[in-house]
T-cell receptor, first 110, second 116 residues
Framework: LAKTTQPISMDSYEGQEVNITCSHNNIATNDYITWYQQFPSQGPRFIIQ???TKVTNEVASLFIPADRKSSTLSLPRVSLSDTAVYYCLVDGGSQGNLIFGKGTKLSVKP | KAGVTQTPRYLIKTRGQQVTLSCSPISGHRSVSWYQQTPGQGLQFLFE???????NKGNFPGRFSGRQFSNSRSEMNVSTLELGDSALYLCASSWPRTGTRREKLFFGSGTQLSVL
């Protein structure tokens, strides 16, 4: 099974770009990478998903190198409301389990 | 559309007791998965159900079990509770995770279980 590793915490300031990297050395061919955001007292919320190269949506970008052993979530111009815990998920689809990282606590300061 | 509903929101039990948690998925979602969340371990996958069948199971002891009903609602049960079972239990629903498709997980707010 893939194991994921993320930094425990990160600090940033409003307006900066934040990059959070997740390592998943044993990722399988069928696995996708998904990132979730969690605020206190709430369940995680979907941010972005990808398989390889780069994916961008209205809130974030996801960079996955060719070997797929890591992925980087990029949050452009963060605000105070982006203070949350960010989880990467390796999803094996119907044939596999859902392996979450332990989460990265992002603190955005004014 | 109503979101994923988990009941109860909070629960206090004593060691040795058993507990049943309930999850109502988003209408139309047929996959339900369960997770244990603790400060030290993050989100850990418990099991996943689709069409009343357990499809995948995480690395938890047999004291943790679950089931899914024909209306896709799901319950999880923990028997012979231990202090270490104190955690936030989250469920998520999605369209079925089939083959090459990876569907978004929609999480409930969880049930906070405290074992005394």
């Amino acid at each position: 099974l893939a194991k994921t590793t993320q930094p425990i915490s990160m600090d940033s300031y409003e307006g900066q770009e934040v990059n959070i990297t997740c390592s998943h050395n044993n990722i399988a061919t069928n696995d996708y990478i998904t990132w979730y955001q969690q605020f206190p007292s709430q369940g995680p919320r979907f941010i972005i998903q990808g398989y390889k190269t780069k994916v961008t949506n209205e809130v974030a970008s996801l960079f996955i190198p060719a070997d797929r052993k890591s992925s980087t979530l990029s949050l452009p111009r963060v605000s105070l409301s982006d203070t949350a815990v960010y989880y990467c998920l390796v999803d094996g689809g119907s044939q596999g389990n859902l392996i979450f990282g332990k989460g990265t606590k992002l603190s955005v300061k004014p | 559309k109503a979101g994923v509903t988990q009941t109860p929101r909070y629960l206090i039990k004593t060691r040795g007791q058993q507990v049943t948690l309930s999850c109502s998925p988003i209408s139309g979602h047929r996959s339900v998965s369960w997770y244990q969340q603790t400060p030290g371990q993050g989100l850990q996958f418990l099991f996943e159900y689709f069409s009343e069948t357990q499809r995948n199971k995480g690395n938890f002891p047999g004291r943790f079990s679950g089931r899914q009903f024909s209306n896709s609602r799901s319950e999880m049960n923990v028997s012979t509770l231990e202090l270490g079972d104190s955690a936030l239990y989250l469920c998520a629903s999605s369209w079925p995770r089939t083959g090459t498709r990876r569907e978004k997980l929609f999480f409930g707010s969880g049930t906070q279980l405290s074992v005394l």
